[in-house]
């Protein structure tokens, strides 16, 4: 059962919160140990005394502060590194679909290229009149790839 | 003649949510400044809750985690409060960690006092006030720990402890009375 009545015990409350405040203060400790009460307060100022004069100790870094500080400055710069943006990636990396399509690309225009240049045999008067049947379809099939691979690329 | 320039904005130490802010867009210098603000208190509250041997790694992991997910502190709440949360949090990882079993909130306070204590009972208490009172403290139930903790390490004010845990002003005042009657029992007690 309480000693004190309510109103009282509100008292001491607020006593005890405000002598801790100016503890937290930095108000001088000597002063405060001549504003300590007599009874049960004073007890419980003593312990505040020696509460914040533990946290004040339990404060103390040593060196600990500059190994802590070295490993983070390693983690700010490995953390930096992963935000940058991946390096492109080299050939040798790309996806088999990419891969597939980039080689019958230059298949493609190989073989329109061999087909193209190569001197036809036919009569010079023949040229104008389209020897050449399969251009439009290698400009077309060129294209189709090139669009493949860009879709590819975009999705990648 | 009056010199109306303003006075260097050094004067003034930057306010923590707009350190945060430019570590946020990649300023180092702001992210260390912040740690060198904290350290102090962090390293003090883990002091009160860890074996002495333990203190630097755990207190490595806070500033690791605070450092890993600044990007995704939003400014909703003080950003002491969220360094707090963190911290809290990291020390409860530990005793998890130690124990590889599920530890109930129950056993983690048995941990806590169990280690403080063997810690504690390799160093004479009476050469050294910071362990007794931590041993102390260990003994005190989680919420008047929280209380003592809250007011002497992290130095929070009243009516923000008050804030934090959801109660009246004057509820918190009552609680902080309790915590330090209970303390001072205990200190009364490791002394005889």
């Known amino acids: 059962m309480n000693k004190f009545s309510k109103p009282q015990e509100q008292q001491l409350d607020d006593l005890l919160s405000e002598f801790a405040d100016r503890v937290m203060s930095g108000e001088n400790e000597t002063n405060m140990q001549e504003t300590i009460a007599q009874g049960e307060l004073a007890e419980l100022q003593k312990t505040v005394l020696r509460m914040k004069a533990a946290a004040q100790k339990a404060r103390t870094t040593d060196n600990a502060d500059v190994r802590i500080r070295n490993r983070l400055l390693m983690e700010w710069k490995k953390a930096r590194e992963a935000e940058r943006p991946a390096p492109k990636r080299f050939i040798w990396n790309w996806t088999f679909p990419r891969l597939a399509l980039a080689g019958g690309l230059a298949v493609l225009i190989i073989f329109s290229a061999v087909t193209l240049l190569t001197p036809s045999a036919a009569p010079l008067t023949a040229t104008s009149s389209g020897s050449q049947p399969w251009s439009p379809l290698f400009i077309i099939a060129g294209l189709v790839i090139i669009a493949l691979l860009l879709w590819h690329n975009r999705h990648d | ?192």
Not at chain 2, 29 to 52: Q, T, W
Not at chain 2, 159 to 165: G, S, V
Request: aromatic share 8%; net charge neutral; no cysteine.
């Open chain 2, 1 to 192: 003649m009056i010199n109306l320039r303003k006075s260097p904005p050094n004067n003034v130490p930057p306010i923590d949510e707009e350190l945060v802010r430019l570590a946020q867009m990649g300023k180092q210098d702001s992210f260390i400044l912040l740690y060198e603000r904290y350290l102090p208190n962090v390293i003090a509250r883990v002091r009160f809750k860890v074996p002495a041997g333990d203190v630097e790694d755990v207190t490595q992991e806070i500033f690791i985690a605070v450092l890993k997910s600044l990007g995704s502190f939003k400014g909703q709440s003080k950003f002491s409060t969220w360094i707090w949360t963190i911290t809290n949090r990291k020390i409860v990882d530990y005793y998890r960690s130690r124990k590889s079993s599920l530890i109930e909130q129950d056993d983690y306070k048995e941990v806590v006092t169990r280690n403080l204590s063997n810690h504690t009972a390799s160093v004479d208490s009476h050469q050294d006030d910071l362990m007794t009172v931590q041993h102390a403290l260990g003994t005190l139930p989680q919420n008047y720990q929280d209380i003592l903790l809250m007011r002497f390490v992290d130095e929070m004010p009243f009516n923000e402890i008050a804030l934090q845990n959801g109660q009246s002003l004057e509820a918190t005042k009552s609680l902080f009375r309790r915590s330090a009657a209970a303390l001072a029992k205990r200190l009364e007690g490791d002394h005889e």
